[in-house]
């Protein structure tokens, strides 16, 4: 790869994050560090995020949301939880709802800055 394609490459992934709505896709192959600070984008934009999680991300989502609450960040507000099924297999999708607290507003406009 040659020098200008990295740096093509690097300025992609530097995009800033600019979310339509605050629904989070939870994912297991993305780290908890990295979804928490995703997490906090959303919290900024919005002053609320809702953590969609899918099966086995469903520890994840609690797992982030969790750590969201102890960090004085956000409060969860509402927690629901569903039973998808198709073609024969089930699968529980969990719904996290925080809401940013007014501590957590001065974070993360000093962190995300």
């Not at 020098?3 to 490459?9: D, K």
């Amino acid at each position: 790869m040659d020098r200008q394609h990295q740096q093509q490459e690097q300025q992609i992934s530097k995009q800033k994050l600019d979310p339509q709505d605050n629904n989070l896709q939870i994912l297991t192959r993305k780290s908890l560090k990295a979804q928490v600070f995703i997490a906090k984008i959303f919290l900024k934009k919005f002053g609320n995020v809702e953590l969609h999680a899918l099966g086995e991300a469903s520890k994840n989502g609690v797992r982030v949301a969790d750590t969201l609450q102890k960090q004085g960040i956000a409060t969860i507000t509402k927690i629901n939880s569903f039973t998808l099924e198709n073609d024969e297999r089930k699968k529980v999708k969990l719904i996290v709802t925080l809401a940013l607290t007014p501590e957590g507003k001065k974070r993360v406009d000093q962190e995300l800055n």
